[in-house]
């Protein structure tokens, strides 16, 4: 390849820089919020922040359940922001957890083991995409009400998988599908029972995968509001998503943009280690032999 | 390694999955399917009854219905035909190695990787304030302007649309990423050679080697269009009325209580989801493998 | 140690017979090849001894035990595949050190072991790496290094040499012979490259469609091949055939074509004798041709054509025509040919092979 031509290389610089800009602003945006006070959030310049403060993080920790005092005429409510987060962690850490373990499960069955039909059985549980989920919660309430999973967040460890386990199953079965059978084998003639082959050469050896599964699971799972919101009604049990909805806006804007950012960048933070494995899981799950 | 063994193993493998979406989704969907041949309501006096396909023939026969799927379809299709080339854009951006390549790929990955179920509300709230802040005079003249030009609630839609393009833009940049890091780079040097114009490189090569990936992602991204407007429409209990099917659906249940025509609402769009799917299986099945 | 049986051993998949009634006694400490093309069925014979393909009829039994209900786990056999398949996510130690693992050595044992077969192949400075970072040729070893440290009763391969390139197949190729010699492990080797057979077995097993051709020593196969298919698939390059009809003349049984006529040796009069007005195969090696000279019995010589001359140094290899049959044949460097030069060739009388040409079957 001849060296690029500088006009090429401003080119493609630009685009870089409008690129990122487009992707990261609004995010910067919402930080920025948080970091106001609301003094510098009516009068400052929305774009920068001049004395940033950790304030209103700290007053989203400061709730020992009672109110906090006036703004004007209104009473200030508070809110069990640490029983949100650790709700939220439980929640996120057990759907991942379990729709890991569930697709593993079939993807292996069904990319390895290959009973009959077992494209159509994978096109099957993809197919489950196309269920329309816009009134779907009217019927999934009884379900949860039938499961005694009322205002458990155990309905939530059984709900929030369905979103991902299709596409995961996918990966896992491709995956497993164009993964050459030899290495697996060599285990088997070596001593390993099928269990053992699994859990001590074919489970490490598909790292990324089980990546690239686990962040989607994540990144699928923290998008979703509306379930949580409509199964977790007692304020004590409800993620941040599902609590941050039940704010007054209108009194603590400043507050649930730092109850934003307290959610989001743990997971941000956990996508980015795994942003590689990610794009490696993916490669390695679609292409034979990546 | 008996055969049998092999089946019963993989069928009992495959068991947590599909109880899974069996509790989650398919007795819902049944129900839902079921309740669109009723005239369930939590309002009726009388017991609900089977009205066989009157909800689906009233549906065809509301002018309002045929609006809301033309915008849905609308919606969808432009939606998800934006975000693919975007996403095809960025990604493309990222082929090739160049210093700080980490960094911009680490900024991409970010509107996906921030959790849409807070981003949403933060979207949403800072481009409709609810409390005077430095900016919200600068976006309540955009909101008048908006709606003022595409009627009522128009504005709120068009925000949130942007939000999903926004953030599917970056789902789907990672996505072919991921595909075009599988393509041999020798095959683009291949065509290079070939070819001298980067568009006919770009149909000829490019995309046909992305095809798996370009089919996958067009289907998630039509199956997550409505997935945000969800989000805001539960947000704000129903204060966007741009009527697409969804909203329509809830607006119908909850305010209406009309269970009946909103599950046979809901449903329209599923068989028109599985027709496109079925077309794409094709593409992005993995292809069988000889074994060696 | 131990010896290997195959009794009419079957394998039938959904649409394909993959092999058919094998039957093969395979002694203790021998090397035995299956040799044959693409799609023969001899890797699927090889993984039912190895455990890894159900067994659709017949018995498998290594050492004196029935193997056909066994687990893989539990046959007692170290196995080669083609592509290596080592661990990815394990160092070369680890890879070598995963079979004795699994049936719980001490650790003192495992290193000691591992330690030998390093030392054995030449890999002790690679013990540390992951697969990744090795050559073809390092993998190779390793794969084979895997094997050896649990001192099974039997070894099987896999084709294991083919993805190297032309040299360190060589190379390889003879290691794995000293190795056989020093160990004395009964080995069952796949491959479908003739030459390799015929270096490394004690016995070669020539398959086709799923049907064992004949079962010998290298040079039983070659100097008598039972049919017309092993013929031609040992020796390099192959066999010449040529129609013929047998004639009495003369008081002698002649074979007869259109520009090639040559006289029945008389090793084989008798038996061609019943074949006599009928159309059997004459097959010739191509270094059993030589250029005539005045003292070949003009019996056994018959004009040719040059068409295609290819020196490769030790030997020329001359593409010819007798009539409108072609005839490969195997000469002395010296030989001055060129192309469309007149050339008469005389065969070499014991090493003329008859076939049937409705069974194949040597004659
Ligand atoms: N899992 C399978 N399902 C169906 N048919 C198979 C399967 N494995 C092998 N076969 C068929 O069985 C026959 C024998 O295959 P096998 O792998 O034993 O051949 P081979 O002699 O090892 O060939 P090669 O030299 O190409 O490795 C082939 O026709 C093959 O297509
Ligand atoms: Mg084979």
Known sequence: MSPRPWWRKLGHGSLLLVATVYCVFPIYFMLVQSLKTAQEDVFGNPLIVLNPTFENFEE??????????????ALRRSYPVLDWLENTIIVFAGSVAVTLVVSLLAGYALGRLRPPGFRWWR??????????????????????VSLNLENNLLALLVVYPTLAVPFCVWIFSAYFQNLPRAVEESALVEGASRLTAFFRILLPMSKPVVVAAGIFALGTIASDFTLASILLLDAHNKTIPAGLATMEVALDELLAVAGINLMAIPVVLICAVFARGYVRGLTAAMVEGA | MGRARDIRL?????????????TALAYPVGWEVWTSLTDLSPVNDHPTSFVGLDNYRRLSGDPAFWRAAANTVAYAALTSAVKLALGLGLALLLARPFRGRALVFLAIFLPWAYPASVSVIGWYWTLSPPIPTAYSVFMGNMKYAVDGALGGGAWAFVSVTLFNIWRGSSFIGIFLLAGINAVPPELFECAALESKSAWRRFWLVTVPLLKPFLALAVFLALTTAFADLANVWMLTAGRIVYPVLGTHAYWLAIHGGQFGPASALSLTLAPFLLAVLFVLFRMFDPPDQERA | MAQVMMKDLNKKYDEVHAVKDVNLHIRDKEFVVLVGPSGCGKSTTLRMVAGLEEITAGEISIGDRIVNDLPPKDRDIAMVFQNYALYPHMTVYDNMAFGLKMRKFPKTEIAKRVGEAAEILGIQELLKRKPRQLSGGQRQRVAVGRAIVRHPQVFLFDEPLSNLDAKLRV???????RLHDRLETTAIYVTHDQVEAMTL??????MKDGWIQQVGEPLELYGHPANRFVAGFIGSPSMNFVEMTVADAN??????????????????????????????TLGIRPEDLRV????????????????VVEPLGSEILLDLKAGPNVIVARVDPTVRAKHQDKMRLSLHPERVHFFDNKTELAI
């Open chain 1, 60 to 73: 989203l920790f400061q709730q020992s359940g009672e109110s906090h005092g006036y703004v004007g005429r």
């Open chain 1, 123 to 144: 096109r099957l549980i993809f197919a489950s995409y196309v269920v329309p989920h816009t009134i779907l919660f009217v019927p999934l309430y009884q379900v949860i």
């Open chain 2, 10 to 22: 993989a069928y009992l493998l495959l068991a947590p999955a599909l109880l899974l979406l069996l």
């Open chain 3, 171 to 177: 190379q390889m190729r003879v290691e794995l012979k």
């Open chain 3, 201 to 206: 077995g004690d016995r070669v097993v020539v």
């Open chain 3, 251 to 280: 008081g002698a049984l002649w074979a007869d074509t259109p520009g090639l006529r040559v006289k029945v040796p008389p090793a084989s009069a008798a038996r061609l004798g019943p074949y006599k007005g009928q159309r059997v």
């Open chain 3, 292 to 307: 005539a000279t005045g003292a070949d019995a003009a019996d056994y010589s018959f004009d040719t054509v040059v068409e």
